[in-house]
């Protein structure tokens, strides 16, 4: 019998993206829960939407999922928690909106694993997760995943608070879920605001890049296309038995997932520049680093099948040919 996951924010970026991925490599049914609110989109699952193994319902997960809601979706084998507010300066903006939304939205998605455990439907439960919870790391350090948490804005501390609840829901009610600490996606669609998206948009206008860092010491970050993000998550699902790695019970799974290729952030605009046979003009703006150890995920048998240049070269394509960069 075909597997059947829920993909909340499958409209947004990495959810739009698990969606694609998973309707090409599985045979699942996928049910997506977005409210549009936010950063959903429309035009991201476009061509996702003429598949029959894929339907969306529109709810917000600022309220809880009702009994309709619940009957519109039927029975469930996984769920994949894509949806949060995730721009970090619109949490500085306006941190209370960001917190509220992103705390009110996990508990509302936790208690509907509640209840589909209570009838024995949920097999696992993956909640996506950011590095920015343990805050800046020390040279020459990769945080790992059960480090200390100190996040160093709004965003990242909802994202903390995201995850305590998980571990709250795993111990107290045993739901099965795992969380990832996720870094510095890249990939086609994603928001003008975006890194990547950014460099391309001042490189077309010939403008400057503002790069994290000073000339003596540029942040760098571990990217990762957020097809081999949902490769991983796949990989998971499929492969991960969360038991083994909860630490005889008294933690539940966690990992960390980054790309393989640490690359700092003048590196990337310069390779980005080249890849658009354009001249690169840039300055320097002070940062905060982080990174992560993601060597568990690896060395639990997972590949990245994705390389980082060929994901830049389509999100040039990707953004030239959509007049991303005009916004």
């Given at each position: 019998?075909?597997?059947?996951?829920?993909?909340?924010?499958?409209?947004?970026?990495?959810?739009?993206?698990?969606?694609?991925?998973?309707?090409?490599?599985?045979?699942?049914?996928?049910?997506?829960?977005?409210?549009?609110?936010?950063?959903?989109?429309?035009?991201?699952?476009?061509?996702?939407?003429?598949?029959?193994?894929?339907?969306?319902?529109?709810?917000?997960?600022?309220?809880?999922?009702?009994?309709?809601?619940?009957?519109?979706?039927?029975?469930?084998?996984?769920?994949?928690?894509?949806?949060?507010?995730?721009?970090?300066?619109?949490?500085?903006?306006?941190?209370?909106?960001?917190?509220?939304?992103?705390?009110?939205?996990?508990?509302?998605?936790?208690?509907?694993?509640?209840h589909l455990c209570r009838f024995n439907q949920l097999e696992k439960f993956i909640h996506c997760s950011t590095d920015e919870v343990f805050g800046a790391a020390q040279d020459g350090y990769s945080h790992i995943e059960w480090d200390i948490t100190c996040p160093s804005n709004p965003y990242a501390a909802s994202k903390a608070a995201q995850d305590a609840l998980c571990f709250t829901y795993w111990r107290t009610y045993a739901v099965p879920i795992a969380v990832t600490h996720c870094m510095n996606m890249l990939g086609t669609k994603q928001d003008p605001e975006k890194f990547l998206p950014k460099i391309i948009s001042r490189i077309l206008k010939n403008q400057e890049v503002t790069i994290h860092g000073s000339p003596d010491s540029i942040g760098s970050r571990m990217y990762i296309d957020c097809r081999n993000l949902v490769d991983a998550w796949l990989f998971m699902?499929?492969?991960?038995?969360?038991?083994?790695?909860?630490?005889?019970?008294?933690?539940?799974?966690?990992?960390?997932?980054?790309?393989?290729?640490?690359?700092?952030?003048?590196?990337?605009?310069?390779?980005?520049?080249?890849?658009?046979?354009?001249?690169?003009?840039?300055?320097?703006?002070?940062?905060?680093?982080?990174?992560?150890?993601?060597?568990?995920?690896?060395e639990a048998g997972w590949k990245a099948p994705i390389p980082l240049d060929h994901t830049l070269k389509e999100v040039i394509k990707h953004v030239t040919e959509n007049h991303c960069w005009q916004e």
């Open positions: 019998m075909k597997k059947h996951i829920l993909i909340t924010g499958s409209a947004g970026f990495v959810g739009s993206h698990a969606v694609e991925y998973i309707l090409a490599n599985t045979d699942w049914n996928i049910t997506g829960l977005d409210s549009f609110r936010h950063m959903g989109d429309a035009e991201r699952i476009s061509k996702s939407l003429d598949s029959t193994r894929y339907k969306i319902i529109c709810h917000d997960l600022n309220a809880p999922i009702s009994l309709r809601t619940r009957m519109a979706i039927g029975e469930v084998n996984y769920i994949l928690n894509c949806a949060s507010i995730s721009h970090v300066d619109t949490s500085i903006a306006d941190p209370l909106y960001v917190w509220e939304s992103n705390t009110r939205l996990i508990g509302n998605i936790l208690e509907y694993a509640r699902f499929n492969k991960i038995d969360f038991n083994k790695y909860s630490h005889d019970c008294n933690r539940l799974t966690k990992f960390n997932i980054a790309g393989l290729e640490e690359i700092n952030n003048l590196e990337l605009a310069q390779r980005i520049a080249k890849l658009m046979d354009s001249e690169l003009k840039y300055k320097f703006e002070d940062f905060h680093k982080t990174r992560p150890d993601s060597s568990k995920i690896y």
